[in-house]
T-cell receptor
Framework: AQKVTQTQTSISVMEKTTVTMDCVYE???????LFWYKQTASGEIVFLIR??????ENATVGHYSLNFQKPKSSIGLIITATQIEDSAVYFC?????????????FGQGTSLSVVP | DAGVTQTPRHEVAEKGQTIILKCEPV?????LFWYRQTKIQGLELLSY????????DGGAFKDRFKAEMLNSSFSTLKIQPTEPKDSAVYLC?????????????FGPGTRLTVL
């Protein structure tokens, strides 16, 4: 069975610095997809970035990038030049390519606080 | 384009009542998901529809939770009878589907309080 673990409950960083949030996963599948979502204080959940397990290059979108270490079953989210509005809860999730349906398993989330 | 809409945004119910939560997915999306979010359990999948067919009915949530998708643009989640432990945020999400790589678009959620 799939499992996603985020061990960092909360992180606080200074504005304009770089932060990394950790995520490790468990899967029996050889092909899978990893996602990061952001939940703002209003409760809104939005998709940020995706990593396909068969791709060696780390995904990058805007000031979000991933540190994908397949042998360690790890997918870290890196936010560079953090802004106050990056303060939110960040969820790591995965889906297995061989699954008969498109099912996401989420981690518990990491609360990020960006302070001036 | 309209995103995922959910109504009501807040619901207060007495123990034992029946409540129905509503969701309208993004137009053209084939997959629809219902999640429950609590501080303790996090995000848990309740139900999953692909092209209106129920693919996942939530395992442990089966007995009092029933999701339906009467047409491609409308879904309901019925909880009957409600219990205080059902107090949570219920989120609806949709995606284009077509693969396990598809991102999900979430609605604003319904905050349910059961007294």
């Amino acid at each position: 069975a799939q499992k996603v673990t985020q061990t960092q409950t909360s992180i606080s960083v200074m504005e304009k610095t770089t932060v990394t949030m950790d995520c490790v996963y468990e899967t029996q599948d050889s092909s899978y997809f990893l996602f990061w979502y952001k939940q703002t204080a209003s409760g809104e959940i939005v998709f940020l970035i995706r990593q396909d397990s068969y791709k060696k290059e780390n995904a990058t979108v805007g000031h979000y990038s991933l540190n994908f270490q397949k042998p360690k079953s790890s997918i870290g989210l890196i936010i560079t030049a953090t802004q106050i509005e990056d303060s939110a809860v960040y969820f790591c999730a995965m889906s297995e390519a061989s699954s008969s349906f498109s099912k996401l398993v989420f981690g518990q989330g990491t609360s990020l606080s960006v302070v001036p | 384009d309209a995103g995922v809409t959910q109504t009501p945004r807040h619901e207060v119910a007495e123990k034992g009542q029946t409540i129905i939560l509503k969701c309208e997915p993004v137009s053209g999306h084939n997959d629809l998901f219902w999640y429950r979010q609590t501080k303790i359990q996090g995000l848990e999948l309740l139900s999953y529809f692909r092209s209106k067919s129920l693919m996942e009915d939530g395992g442990a949530f089966k007995d009092r939770f029933k999701a339906e998708m009467l047409n491609s643009s409308f879904s309901t989640l019925k909880i009957q009878p409600t219990e205080p432990k059902d107090s949570a945020v219920y989120l609806c999400a949709s995606s284009l589907g077509g693969g396990r790589y598809a991102e999900q678009f979430f609605g604003p959620g319904t905050r349910l309080t059961v007294l």
